[in-house]
């Protein structure tokens, strides 16, 4: 009795999708900043094929979307306030939302029952209590408490810890449980 064996075709497949997926597949042969320049193209969002030279000749390379905006952990990036007009929507109670900052930390609330609760790493750092009036006046959502502060607007977020103004945390949306 002969052991058996893979098909050849699917034992190919999944060799050519391991490499797809280690991103080890065949590259047309440029420098780097000619790679990065192209990969960061603007177009439309089925141009990939255009941006990808390995998609146009079948290779099934998957292109991550790049819309120049991501926020990534530990590196620091700006972050622009929107503008205080900006439509803020309201979260369901216990909404937990994992930021990421202009100064690449990360920051958690928790937000239910008019309350923010801000967490850095593992330590929860503030519990705010929401204010209509602030609210008003600066636009999307304010908490405030204990000479602390947090204001929501869009998918931003400020957070003042009362250190003064260079301890002030912009960071960006990038999970949430709603």
Same mark, same amino acid.
């Given at each position: 009795?002969?052991?058996?064996?893979?098909?050849?075709?699917? =034992?190919?497949? %999944?060799?050519? =999708?391991?490499?797809?997926?280690?991103?080890?597949?065949?590259?047309?042969?440029?420098?780097?900043?000619?790679?990065?320049?192209?990969?960061? %193209?603007?177009?439309?969002?089925?141009?990939?094929?255009?941006?990808?030279?390995?998609?146009?000749?079948?290779?099934?390379?998957?292109?991550?979307?790049?819309?120049?905006?991501?926020? =990534?952990?530990?590196?620091?990036?700006?972050?622009?306030?929107?503008?205080?007009?900006?439509?803020?929507?309201?979260?369901?109670?216990?909404? $937990? !939302?994992?930021?990421?900052?202009?100064?690449?930390?990360? =920051?958690?609330?928790?937000?239910?029952?008019?309350?923010?609760? !801000?967490?850095?790493?593992?330590?929860? !750092?503030?519990?705010? %209590?929401?204010?209509?009036?602030?609210?008003? $006046?600066?636009?999307?959502?304010?908490?405030?408490?204990?000479?602390?502060?947090?204001?929501?607007?869009?998918? !931003?977020? $400020?957070?003042?810890?009362?250190?003064? $103004?260079?301890?002030?945390?912009?960071?960006?949306? %990038?999970?949430?449980?709603?």
């Amino acid at each position: 009795m002969t052991p058996r064996t893979a098909h050849p075709t699917a =034992l190919a497949v %999944a060799i050519t =999708l391991m490499c797809v997926l280690a991103g080890c597949g065949p590259r047309a042969p440029a420098d780097d900043a000619t790679q990065a320049a192209s990969a960061n %193209a603007p177009g439309p969002a089925g141009d990939a094929a255009a941006r990808d030279p390995g998609a146009a000749s079948g290779d099934a390379t998957p292109t991550a979307p790049t819309d120049g905006d991501d926020v =990534l952990s530990g590196v620091p990036q700006s972050i622009p306030l929107p503008a205080r007009t900006t439509p803020t929507m309201p979260l369901p109670d216990a909404t $937990e !939302v994992t930021y990421l900052c202009a100064d690449g930390s990360d =920051l958690r609330v928790r937000y239910g029952g008019g309350q923010a609760r !801000v967490s850095i790493g593992l330590d929860n !750092v503030a519990t705010l %209590a929401l204010s209509p009036e602030a609210s008003a $006046e600066h636009g999307g959502e304010v908490y405030v408490g204990q000479g602390q502060g947090l204001r929501r607007i869009g998918g !931003v977020v $400020e957070f003042d810890p009362g250190k003064g $103004e260079d301890a002030i945390r912009r960071c960006r949306e %990038a999970s949430s449980t709603a």
